[in-house]
């Protein structure tokens, strides 16, 4: 047990925490204990990310048939420039949730990867209760107003020839940032887990790859 680790609290690397695959360059990922509601949470927004992910293929296939019909042919469509920023803003508001289970984000903070594990979790207590949870509590209280009244209106595009049912996409705002809460939940469960022992860690199990 190293000085940044509570007594009794098991060692985050033995309990199966482990950054995705791939370089991690960019981010370096707190390692934190993991309880039985986060794992729950977090397979929950893995499972929504890896099959949204399927999007970034349909929007690779969009954008080559929109170009092959615009040069090979001289006939652009519009409601495939629509759907090209619709799939991409759906993929990007949902990878905001899938990101904050992996701890991918990118930190800019020349200090954070200088403090110890609990001072870590200090900051991420404070980050998710004073900044992120304010944050989505407004985007919620907001965006669903804003989505019923695309929806009562019936506002579809305004270019001529675009997608109809603005909704649709709108709706994609409040959908991703629930998605967002719940992932900021399980990591507030992680911190705590961690400063207080509450809710109590989950003892390693053998083949854990969950984050």
Known sequence: MTRDEPSGAPNPQSAGHRPPP??????????????????????LI???????????????????SNVTLRYAFGEGRV?????QWHFYAVGF????????????????DIFHARFRLRTKAWVELFGILLF???FIYFILRYSVPFVERAYDIGE???APGGLP????????LPVAFVLLALSTLSRLLR??????????????????LTP
């Open 191 to 208: 911190v705590t887990a961690l400063l207080f022992g509450l809710p109590r860690p989950r003892r390693p199990q053998s083949g854990d």
């Open 46 to 64: 893995k499972a929504i990310g890896d099959t949204v992910s399927w999007l970034w293929v349909v929007l690779i296939l969009v954008i080559v």
């Open 132 to 134: 992120l949870a304010p």
């Open 165 to 172: 049912m603005r909704w649709l996409i709108k709706a994609a």
């Open 93 to 108: 508001l949902v990878g905001l949730s899938y990101c904050m289970v992996f701890d991918s984000h990118v930190r800019v």
């Open 156 to 158: 579809v595009s305004d």
């Open 79 to 83: 409601e495939l420039e629509e759907l």
């Open 22 to 43: 791939g370089d991690h360059s960019l981010y370096a990922a707190t390692d934190l204990p993991r309880t039985r509601i986060s794992d729950g949470l977090d397979g």
